[in-house]
């Protein structure tokens, strides 16, 4: 903003807050006791003088703050607005308005010594009267008359200070005698002291009061018959009429909301009448109409839309005091950089964003930047930087907030969102950097170590958060540690017309905000080939440039009948792209239209609590669009659900175990479908191949007879309700054998493909049935992982409950038996639970140590074995083992080491550290069986003692 | 009494707004109905309850039509033809959909029962109560109950 415009805007500000005090005052008067007015008064009185100093205009905030001061003992409630104060305070409105007169014909403040010298030692007078405290009054008047004689504008602020002495003194004066005296009586006395004063003032103003009680409703069209008055005073300053500023209009909000509704709704009928024109018309005049309005009404429109427009400048303008501010306080030298002030917005949203943005500046210079020491140390100009950019992009403004600091902290924001529970260490070592940095948006979360007075109190980010996305905008975060940070904001332009893509789904139409748009995605299937969205288990799922997009389609959501249904079949599918708060998702629609400008409406309580729409809005046709509210949508799909699921994992996460696996080997199997499918492969036990012939059956359960003993038979594509597309007609099963609770079992698949390293993580969160554990991602290719001990043990237990009750036979050993498994691995965690579950344990889980040495000592149970792992965060395996045998409870408790190391050093220390035995991760027989051996040892044992 | 709109007259005559629905006459206080308009172009609304018809397109204005008769429990099937009853309740623009639309009628507050405790509680409680005519019943409905029902 050009010092012109500044200046500008302070008159135009100015002028509107004096008329303000000019009503209030007036209103006070009737009412008296009202302290928000007075408030109101002073509050403005203040704004004045502030910016009128600021501006260089000494004499203006001279009387500002003669006018300020003299409200002060008022609002405190010393003294009582008399008649001769609200005088002498309309007298000083009229002077500050011919102050401000001058300002906006010459841009430069007039002189109004004699005024002023008039004026100020008045209302001193007035108000010491009002306190009556006559003596020093004489004293410092005559000081205070003689230094504006001599006064240069430049030291009026001392001059100020002096000013200010008398009405303190007078007030400290004014409070000792209330003390001193404390008595009603004497109180009443001194008041109408005051009063008497008063009366004598009265006859020496009587003139002026006169004046003034014409003026008495002081609504502004007469303050500026007051005006003329004075500047009649002043021929030259009216003969200088040329208005140096531009002319504006103060028009009510509401006027222009309305308006903008108005024209919303012309808008929208303009769309109807050109379109049936295009449809139906032949008539070349209606044509011609139609066209000639449609043109005006989008000038109508863009004008309508400006007058609600402000440059973004009015808030950014802000910043550099409050950069100022900062830097000053914590002795770091900022350099602040605004771009693209002009950039315009809708004025609500202005106002909308003045806060968050404050907040990000603040965050920005406070913790973003470092220490010109530290800047020094990292090579960096000691002097930090922080831009405020602003641009126009795509229909939305951007305003991106940009310092180069430090940046944020990986491993910081990490440790602080684990500390507080946000998420956990196996969820960590799945997300992105960025993931990890648009942690510091959730609630209650705060990076800062120490809290300052300028931020850091723990709720700054999510509010910056929640403010932007209420006015449909979106907050990006962009760091790069040791570099700086962005943080970008994406406000929509304005709140009335929206930008929004319209989707056809099973013949209905839908809007969907242009901000949660990510892309839209054409994918082609030709019938030979296969197809790029592969299916898991009915979800479908499309690999985005190597990144699993989970899908959806609208028309399954909302369940309305797609009309042809082979439309996926049609070899192409429409996939829009959307954000939702946790992640991209994909929405598959019939068609994609235009992308149009869309007035949203409000919807009924009753269908918003449906929670998939947003508002409706009418088309061009006049039809009536429902518009999608995305993040709705999303978790009616449980998508958000499936997300925040993925806090508990059991993804197999080989890298703790860096020593032995890098990677995990699959093996791919083929379940006649064009899925691909694979089991770990550390739980299969053989492959095998039967001849038909071989199977028996005994009762529905299809056995083989296999190393002397009877080997039933699972079929996997079966057991997992997937219809197999292709057989292949051989008189050979293959059958992969795998052990669960020390009984071998045969899964039957279609074939046996290949043993495949992949150096990815499954993804649990992508799954839909027991019998998955979830889906990884090789190379692009989808391939689903069968959780095979699930499968066992469901199918299983159905279908041969001769079996079953075998496994209840077994439980026996278990019984009453506590396990305490610690293990971070969720994956292993979760499979050595089912198995001793399997085998009637009751199981308690610890995700490390200290967690396990906390449920120890919790006393809630008293754990008969406890399985640990050896490398565990915060709290490692040999650590544990120590501790637990310092507890009394706990000296011969069968403690078993779980693990992938097996150097003999590594079993040694182990050993000594307190555990019994040291087993090989998931050899489930070994498990169990040590399990029970230990616990027999340790029976025996106690028995021998008693 | 929730509906003690007076009327010029006097302080116990009443104006109802009254339409068919199978067969039956109904009334809602004259004051509640904004405007009455013909069947229109309706979108449906996916996953909403069943009595929601859809939005239809008032004007510029959005309105929620509602099937009177599914509220009411009326299996009788509605006629192709339907006549929508808007009423704006808490700046919500709500249709209600009627078969036919009849006189706006004034009856005295002699007239009027509370609903008789043989009609089922849940349209018990949509309904204000019934005025003696000469030939029939009219039934009143309670609007802000409806919307406080279908808002719930």
Do not use: W
């Given at each position: 903003?050009?010092?012109?415009?500044?200046?500008?805007?302070?008159?135009?500000?100015?002028?509107?807050?004096?008329?303000?005090?000019?009503?209030?005052?007036?209103?006070?008067?009737?009412?008296?006791?009202?302290?928000?007015?007075?408030?109101?008064?002073?509050?403005?009185?203040?704004?004045?003088?502030?910016?009128?100093?600021?501006?260089?205009?000494?004499?203006?905030?001279?009387?500002?703050?003669?006018?300020?001061?003299?409200?002060?003992?008022?609002?405190?409630?010393?003294?009582?607005?008399?008649?001769?104060?609200?005088?002498?305070?309309?007298?000083?409105?009229?002077?500050?308005?011919?102050?401000?007169?001058?300002?906006?014909?010459?841009?430069?403040?007039?002189?109004?010594?004699?005024?002023?010298?008039?004026?100020?030692?008045?209302?001193?007078?007035?108000?010491?009267?009002?306190?009556?405290?006559?003596?020093?009054?004489?004293?410092?008047?005559?000081?205070?008359?003689?230094?504006?004689?001599?006064?240069?504008?430049?030291?009026?602020?001392?001059?100020?200070?002096?000013?200010?002495?008398?009405?303190?003194?007078?007030?400290?004066?004014?409070?000792?005698?209330?003390?001193?005296?404390?008595?009603?009586?004497?109180?009443?006395?001194?008041?109408?002291?005051?009063?008497?004063?008063?009366?004598?003032?009265?006859?020496?103003?009587?003139?002026?009061?006169?004046?003034?009680?014409?003026?008495?409703?002081?609504?502004?069209?007469?303050?500026?018959?007051?005006?003329?008055?004075?500047?009649?005073?002043?021929?030259?300053?009216?003969?200088?009429?040329?208005?140096?500023?531009?002319?504006?209009?103060?028009?009510?909000?509401?006027?222009?909301?309305?308006?903008?509704?108005?024209?919303?709704?012309?808008?929208?009928?303009?769309?109807?009448?050109?379109?049936?024109?295009?449809?139906?018309?032949?008539?070349?005049?209606?044509?011609?109409?139609?066209?000639?309005?449609?043109?005006?009404?989008?000038?109508?429109?863009?004008?309508?839309?400006?007058?609600?427009?402000?440059?973004?400048?009015?808030?950014?303008?802000?910043?550099?005091?409050?950069?100022?501010?900062?830097?000053?306080?914590l002795n770091k030298e900022i350099n602040l950089t605004l771009k693209g002030v002009e950039t315009e917005l809708d004025k609500t949203l202005i106002e909308a964003v003045k806060d968050p943005l404050t907040h990000i500046v603040r965050n920005s210079a406070d913790h973003g930047l470092e220490s010109p020491e530290a800047r020094k140390a990292a090579g960096k100009d000691p002097i930090g930087n922080i831009i405020i950019n602003s641009y126009h992009e795509g229909g939305h403004v951007i305003v991106e907030v940009r310092d180069d600091g430090a940046g944020l902290s990986r491993e910081r924001i990490a440790n602080?969102?684990?500390?507080?529970?946000?998420?956990?260490?196996?969820?960590?070592?799945?997300?992105?950097?960025?993931?990890?940095?648009?942690?510091?948006?959730?609630?209650?979360?705060?990076?800062?170590?120490?809290?300052?007075?300028?931020?850091?109190?723990?709720?700054?980010?999510?509010?910056?958060?929640?403010?932007?996305?209420?006015?449909?905008?979106?907050?990006?975060?962009?760091?790069?540690?040791?570099?700086?940070?962005?943080?970008?904001?994406?406000?929509?332009?304005?709140?009335?017309?929206?930008?929004?893509?319209?989707?056809?789904?099973?013949?209905?139409?839908?809007?969907?905000?242009?901000?949660?748009?990510?892309?839209?995605?054409?994918?082609?299937?030709?019938?030979?080939?296969?197809?790029?969205?592969?299916?898991?288990?009915?979800?479908?799922?499309?690999?985005?440039?190597?990144?699993?997009?989970?899908?959806?389609?609208?028309?399954?959501?909302?369940?309305?009948?797609?009309?042809?249904?082979?439309?996926?079949?049609?070899?192409?599918?429409?996939?829009?792209?959307?954000?939702?708060?946790?992640?991209?998702?994909?929405?598959?629609?019939?068609?994609?239209?235009?992308?149009?400008?869309?007035?949203?409406?409000?919807?009924?309580?009753?269908?918003?609590?449906?929670?998939?729409?947003?508002?409706?809005?009418?088309?061009?046709?006049?039809?009536?669009?429902?518009?999608?509210?995305?993040?709705?949508?999303?978790?009616?799909?449980?998508?958000?659900?499936?997300?925040?699921?993925?806090?508990?994992?059991?993804?197999?996460?080989?890298?703790?175990?860096?020593?032995?696996?890098?990677?995990?080997?699959?093996?791919?199997?083929?379940?006649?479908?064009?899925?691909?499918?694979?089991?770990?492969?550390?739980?299969?036990?053989?492959?095998?191949?039967?001849?038909?012939?071989?199977?028996?059956?005994?009762?529905?359960?299809?056995?083989?007879?296999?190393?002397?003993?009877?080997?039933?038979?699972?079929?996997?594509?079966?057991?997992?309700?997937?219809?197999?597309?292709?057989?292949?007609?051989?008189?050979?099963?293959?059958?992969?054998?795998?052990?669960?609770?020390?009984?071998?079992?045969?899964?039957?698949?279609?074939?046996?493909?290949?043993?495949?390293?992949?150096?990815?993580?499954?993804?649990?969160?992508?799954?839909?049935?027991?019998?998955?554990?979830?889906?990884?991602?090789?190379?692009?290719?989808?391939?689903?992982?069968?959780?095979?001990?699930?499968?066992?043990?469901?199918?299983?237990?159905?279908?041969?409950?001769?079996?079953?009750?075998?496994?209840?036979?077994?439980?026996?050993?278990?019984?009453?038996?506590?396990?305490?498994?610690?293990?971070?691995?969720?994956?292993?965690?979760?499979?050595?639970?089912?198995?001793?579950?399997?085998?009637?344990?009751?199981?308690?889980?610890?995700?490390?140590?200290?967690?396990?040495?906390?449920?120890?000592?919790?006393?809630?149970?008293?754990?008969?074995?406890?399985?640990?792992?050896?490398?565990?965060?915060?709290?490692?395996?040999?650590?544990?083992?120590?501790?637990?045998?310092?507890?009394?409870?706990?000296?011969?408790?069968?403690?078993?080491?779980?693990?992938?190391?097996?150097?003999?050093?590594?079993?040694?220390?182990?050993?000594?550290?307190?555990?019994?035995?040291?087993?090989?991760?998931?050899?489930?027989?070994?498990?169990?069986?040590?399990?029970?051996?230990?616990?027999?040892?340790?029976?025996?044992?106690?028995?021998?003692?008693? | 009494?929730?509906?003690?709109?007076?009327?010029?007259?006097?302080?116990?005559?009443?104006?109802?707004?009254?339409?068919?629905?199978?067969?039956?006459?109904?009334?809602?206080?004259?004051?509640?109905?904004?405007?009455?308009?013909?069947?229109?172009?309706?979108?449906?609304?996916?996953?909403?309850?069943?009595?929601?018809?859809?939005?239809?397109?008032?004007?510029?204005?959005?309105?929620?039509?509602?099937?009177?008769?599914?509220?009411?429990?009326?299996?009788?099937?509605?006629?192709?033809?339907?006549?929508?009853?808007?009423?704006?309740?808490?700046?919500?623009?709500?249709?209600?959909?009627?078969?036919?639309?009849?006189?706006?009628?004034?009856?005295?507050?002699?007239?009027?029962?509370?609903?008789?405790?043989?009609?089922?509680?849940?349209?018990?409680?949509?309904?204000?109560?019934?005025?003696?005519?000469?030939?029939?019943?009219?039934?009143?409905?309670?609007?802000?109950?409806?919307?406080?029902?279908?808002?719930?």
């Open positions: 903003m050009s010092l012109e415009e500044a200046l500008s805007e302070f008159i135009e500000e100015t002028n509107e807050m004096l008329d303000r005090i000019n009503i209030h005052l007036a209103n006070f008067e009737k009412t008296q006791n009202s302290p928000d007015t007075l408030n109101i008064i002073y509050r403005d009185l203040h704004t004045i003088k502030g910016s009128a100093q600021l501006f260089g205009c000494i004499q203006m905030g001279q009387v500002a703050h003669a006018m300020e001061a003299c409200l002060d003992p008022i609002r405190e409630g010393i003294l009582e607005l008399n008649n001769d104060i609200v005088n002498e305070l309309f007298n000083g409105l009229d002077i500050l308005r011919i102050f401000n007169n001058s300002l906006k014909k010459s841009g430069v403040e007039s002189n109004q010594k004699e005024k002023l010298s008039e004026f100020i030692p008045k209302l001193n007078d007035i108000i010491l009267e009002a306190f009556n405290a006559n003596q020093n009054v004489l004293v410092e008047h005559l000081v205070l008359d003689e230094e504006l004689d001599n006064a240069k504008p430049t030291q009026m602020p001392k001059n100020n200070d002096r000013k200010e002495d008398p009405i303190a003194t007078a007030k400290k004066k004014y409070q000792e005698k209330l003390r001193e005296k404390k008595l009603k009586e004497k109180q009443t006395e001194s008041y109408s002291s005051t009063q008497n004063s008063n009366k004598v003032e009265n006859t020496k103003l009587q003139k002026q009061d006169k004046q003034h009680e014409q003026n008495s409703i002081r609504t502004p069209s007469i303050s500026i018959s007051t005006n003329q008055e004075y500047t009649s005073q002043r021929p030259i300053m009216e003969a200088n009429n040329n208005i140096s500023t531009n002319e504006t209009i103060r028009v009510q909000v509401d006027i222009l909301d309305s308006l903008v509704n108005m024209v919303g709704e012309l808008v929208l009928v303009r769309n109807q009448l050109v379109q049936f024109g295009n449809n139906t018309n032949q008539d070349e005049e209606f044509l011609k109409i139609s066209h000639k309005l449609n043109a005006i009404t989008s000038d109508l429109q863009n004008e309508v839309m400006k007058t609600r427009m402000q440059p973004i400048g009015n808030v950014l303008t802000k910043f550099h005091r409050v950069v100022r501010d900062i830097s000053k306080s602080k969102a684990i500390e507080k529970g946000i998420i956990n260490e196996s969820s960590l070592s799945k997300m992105s950097d960025r993931d990890v940095h648009n942690l510091i948006f959730t609630p209650g979360f705060s990076t800062a170590g120490q809290v300052s007075n300028i931020s850091g109190r723990g709720v700054g980010m999510d509010v910056v958060r929640t403010n932007i996305e209420q006015i449909g905008g979106v907050v990006d975060l962009h760091s790069i540690e040791g570099e700086g940070t962005c943080i970008k904001l994406k406000i929509p332009l304005t709140l009335a017309i929206v930008p929004a893509l319209i989707v056809h789904s099973a013949g209905e139409s839908f809007a969907i905000p242009q901000v949660k748009l990510v892309e839209l995605v054409r994918v082609e299937n030709n019938p030979g080939e296969k197809s790029q969205i592969q299916s898991l288990h009915g979800k479908l799922i499309y690999a985005l440039r190597d990144k699993l997009l989970p899908l959806v389609d609208l028309s399954e959501i909302l369940q309305i009948n797609k009309k042809n249904k082979d439309s996926k079949e049609n070899n192409i599918t429409n996939i829009v792209v959307l954000n939702a708060d946790t992640g991209y998702f994909g929405l598959i629609v019939d068609s994609i239209e235009d992308s149009i400008d869309i007035v949203v409406k409000p919807l009924a309580n009753l269908l918003k609590e449906i929670g998939i729409y947003s508002g409706a809005t009418v088309l061009g046709d006049g039809s009536v669009t429902l518009t999608l509210d995305v993040l709705g949508l999303a978790s009616h799909a449980n998508l958000l659900h499936e997300t925040s699921a993925n806090n508990d994992p059991s993804l197999i996460n080989f890298t703790q175990h860096k020593e032995y696996i890098d990677s995990a080997e699959y093996l791919m199997i083929d379940l006649g479908t064009n899925d691909q499918y694979c089991i770990p492969l550390c739980m299969v036990n053989r492959l095998e191949e039967f001849g038909t012939k071989e199977i028996q059956m005994s009762g529905k359960l299809r056995t083989v007879k296999y190393r002397d003993s009877i080997l039933p038979l699972i079929n996997v594509g079966s057991a997992l309700e997937i219809d197999s597309t292709h057989s292949r007609q051989t008189d050979k099963i293959s059958v992969i054998v795998i052990e669960k609770s020390r009984q071998l079992f045969g899964l039957e698949v279609t074939g046996i493909l290949d043993v495949i390293n992949i150096n990815n993580k499954v993804d649990t969160g992508i799954k839909d049935r027991p019998g998955i554990l979830g889906s990884i991602l090789d190379r692009s290719n989808l391939i689903v992982v069968i959780d095979v001990l699930a499968i066992i043990s469901d199918v299983f237990s159905q279908r041969n409950p001769v079996n079953n009750q075998n496994h209840r036979n077994k439980r026996k050993n278990g019984q009453n038996k506590n396990v305490l498994v610690v293990e971070d691995n969720n994956f292993f965690r979760r499979q050595i639970q089912q198995i001793l579950e399997n085998e009637g344990y009751a199981v308690t889980t610890a995700h490390d140590g200290e967690e396990g040495l906390g449920k120890i000592k919790s006393n809630i149970k008293v754990f008969d074995v406890i399985i640990s792992d050896i490398e565990m965060p915060l709290m490692g395996g040999l650590e544990l083992a120590q501790k637990i045998r310092n507890l009394n409870k706990y000296i011969s408790t069968p403690l078993i080491a779980m693990t992938t190391k097996f150097r003999k050093k590594d079993i040694e220390k182990g050993l000594a550290s307190g555990f019994d035995c040291y087993l090989e991760k998931l050899n489930q027989s070994e498990l169990v069986d040590s399990i029970e051996n230990l616990l027999q040892k340790n029976n025996k044992e106690i028995k021998r003692e008693a | 009494m929730k509906h003690n709109h007076t009327s010029s007259e006097g302080s116990n005559i009443q104006q109802y707004s009254t339409f068919i629905i199978a067969n039956h006459l109904y009334g809602i206080n004259v004051m509640q109905v904004q405007e009455i308009v013909k069947a229109m172009k309706t979108t449906q609304v996916p996953l909403a309850k069943n009595y929601v018809h859809g939005l239809i397109n008032l004007r510029g204005q959005v309105a929620t039509a509602i099937e009177l008769r599914k509220l009411l429990n009326i299996h009788e099937d509605a006629p192709e033809e339907s006549m929508n009853v808007v009423c704006r309740v808490d700046g919500n623009l709500i249709s209600f959909m009627v078969d036919k639309i009849s006189d706006v009628i004034e009856v005295s507050q002699d007239e009027f029962e509370p609903p008789p405790n043989s009609v089922p509680k849940d349209i018990k409680d949509l309904m204000v109560g019934v005025y003696k005519l000469k030939n029939e019943l009219l039934s009143i409905i309670d609007v802000e109950s409806i919307i406080n029902k279908i808002s719930a």
